[in-house]
């Protein structure tokens, strides 16, 4: 899985099942964690963000997971589209506004 | 609204020039940033401004300055362009940072250093 460091470059899915993107972070202090994606040639877009004190967060067919113990963070996108492939980085956020992004995974949705 | 605008979208400079990059957002929001993207790798924060006429450094700000005079503008610049500044530059803001705001991000301007 993709790391704030490390990256696994490419995902490949099936159109219509689930998506797991991973990501792992450096800091604990980090207060905040957020997931972007990045189609070609644009700037990213947020999908999700997450408080460090929390460890699940729901949104229109994405999940964030949030395991502290381990410093992991995952986004499952469900029921895969051709429109979610793009590039997805994770990103946490150390207090006092510093943000540090991961180097990205490539998903790629198989019709 | 037009959301975040840079200017312009795409520029070659030759080694030493100076550039300034303009973003500008229309949303009242607070916080603005500059990144910066390689080939391959993540965003990098450059500088950032938590409000009109404040500023603060990133992770890689040699090099680039930056400043805030209007809450709607972030300007990004480069005194003397080195080859290794060749690289994406996104700009982004949001309101305030709390669980549930955006970050929203500009399309990018394209910088090549000769």
């Known amino acids: 899985g993709e790391s704030v460091g490390l990256h696994l470059p490419t995902l490949s899915v099936q159109e219509g099942d689930n998506s797991i993107i991973n990501c792992a972070y450096s800091n604990s202090a980090s207060d905040y964690f957020i997931w972007y994606k990045q189609e070609s040639g644009k700037g990213p877009q947020f999908i999700i963000d997450i408080r460090s004190n929390m460890d699940k967060r729901q949104g229109q067919r994405v999940t964030v997971l949030l395991n502290k113990t381990v410093k992991h963070l995952s986004l499952q996108i469900a029921a895969t589209q051709p429109g979610d492939s793009a590039v997805y980085f994770c990103a946490e956020k150390f207090p006092g506004n510093q943000f540090y992004f991961g180097t990205g995974t490539s998903l790629t949705v198989i019709p | ?114």
């Not at chain 2, 009242?28 to 965003?43: A, I, K």
């Not at chain 2, 930056?66 to 503008?73: E, F, M, P, T």
């Not at chain 2, 972030?74 to 362009?81: D, P, T, Y």
């Open chain 2, 1 to 114: 609204n037009a959301g975040v605008t840079q200017t312009p979208k795409f520029r070659v400079l030759k080694t030493g020039q100076s550039m300034t990059l303009l973003c500008a957002q229309d949303m009242n929001h607070e916080y603005m940033y500059w990144y910066r993207q390689d080939p391959g790798m993540g965003l990098r924060l450059i500088h950032y401004s938590v409000g009109e006429g404040t500023t603060a450094k990133g992770e890689v700000p040699d090099g680039y300055n930056v400043s805030r005079l209007k809450k709607q503008n972030f300007l990004l610049g480069l005194e003397s362009a080195a080859p290794s500044q060749t690289s994406v530059y996104f700009c982004a803001s949001t309101l305030r940072w709390g669980a549930g705001n955006e970050q929203f991000f500009g399309p990018g301007t394209r910088l090549t250093v000769l």
